[in-house]
């Protein structure tokens, strides 16, 4: 089954030329997932010929502008299309408001079921086939959450050697034991899955946060992470500037990355607009020096999520 992040938007504040503002769709199979919405937006999903009538959620971290602003365009775009599945928006306090003012104000013409859901408690916000996903607080000017995508524990290793062993012929009784039901084998004799099958593994997990203070309490949350997609928005230079507005510099993110544990790889996003290309390594220098496993995220970046085994 396959799962990739799209960087639609790396940006942080304004658009850049070459620069978005931030926003990453998640792919798993055929569902779309989005985590704010940018302006610029649509442009990255046209130009990555992705399909954005089947996203399915769109998961907010707050209601700042440039979290925000691509939403409209795209709930309008969505009116153009048949379109018979509801969207979901999940959110802070008065993303509601923020999605009905748009509504009413511009005019809208919506043609299908639009679903806000503001977060009044961390925990569980979103659950789908094989996966949940969980929100957390945040450390921002106003009420912010990261969020993680995780799958469910997946069977152990088939082997099919011992079923055969155990007198269970090839066919549908092999899929049975792998879907955790107990089969009779040829002899009669009752074969239980542990039998045949190695240790449960477990499934992949994407991690996103951004605009917060760096604090201990986020690398629970994140840690065992295939792909972590944080705010690395300053350099270590300007760490009080990143403070007083209630953000993290590169070098924290992989901080909280290290402290976690088990992650596999930090993508940086939502950087200051001082930094030009060229300056941007020298985030990617100030973080790599304490989590060697960091990237800088690029829009229209693709990063392929691969189970472990």
Known sequence: MNLEAFILGCGGMMPLPNRHLTSVLLRREGELFLFDCGEGTQVSLRRLNLRWKKISVIFVSHTHADHVTGIPGLLMLSSQVDRDDPLYIIGPPR????????????????????????????????????????????????????????EDIRPGEFHPEKALALNVPRGPLWAQLQGGQQVKAADGRDVLPQEVLGPPRQGRKFSFVTDSLAF??????????????????????????????????????????????????????????????????????????????????????????????
């Open 216 to 309: 201990p309490e986020i690398a629970p949350h994140v840690a065992y992470s295939d792909l972590f997609v944080c705010e690395g928005m300053f350099e270590k230079e300007l760490a009080e500037d990143a403070r007083e507005k209630k953000h993290m510099t590169a070098a924290e993110a992989a901080q909280i990355s290290a402290a976690a544990g088990g992650i596999k790889k930090l993508a940086l996003i939502h950087y200051s607009p001082r930094y030009t290309e060229f300056n941007l390594k020298q985030l990617l220098k100030e973080a790599q020096a304490i989590f060697p496993e960091t990237v800088l995220s690029r829009d229209r970046a693709i990063f392929p999520i691969e189970y472990e085994d």
């Open 95 to 150: 993303i509601a408001e923020y999605i009905e003012a748009s509504r009413r104000i511009l005019d809208m013409y919506i043609n299908y079921e639009i679903v806000v859901q503001e977060i009044t408690s961390p925990g569980i916000v979103y659950k789908g086939d094989g996966f949940h996903v969980r929100s957390f607080p945040l450390r921002h000017t106003k009420p912010c959450f990261g969020y993680t995508l995780e």
